[in-house]
């Protein structure tokens, strides 16, 4: 559940970067000063943002590649343990916030 958490967190701010920088490469080069000025403040809140979303990538838990090989070997070799009742909670629970 985190995890997608963090990978919609990440589009989103994907997104939110490449709106930004297609705004500011369709205006015109031609500008006055202060247009110029205002389109290097918003380059420079663009780093900003990129080494925040660093950051916060960075601070999240790393992958246990120990942990995720050996749950791949397992569900290979179908000795997995599945709780489907918990399955289908988790999976009616994702929908339901996906209506609201």
């Known amino acids: 559940m985190w995890r997608t ?8 701010n994907v997104a939110n970067l490449d ?3 297609s705004k500011n ?6 500008s006055t000063v202060v247009s110029r ?3 290097i403040e918003s380059s420079s809140d663009i780093k900003i943002e990129q080494k925040s979303v660093v950051k916060e990538l960075a601070s ?3 992958i246990d590649q ?16 599945l709780d489907l ?3 289908s909670d ?10 609201s």
């Open 85 to 87: 009742d918990k399955i």
């Open 19 to 21: 709106s930004r920088v």
């Open 25 to 30: 490469s369709t205006k015109s080069q031609s």
């Open 66 to 81: 120990d942990k995720v090989s050996s749950i791949k070997n397992a569900i290979s070799s179908g000795n997995y343990p």
């Open 5 to 12: 958490i963090m990978v919609e967190k990440i589009v989103n």
């Open 37 to 39: 000025d205002l389109s």
């Open 60 to 62: 999240s838990a790393p």
């Open 90 to 99: 988790a999976l009616m629970e994702a929908y339901n916030e996906m209506k």
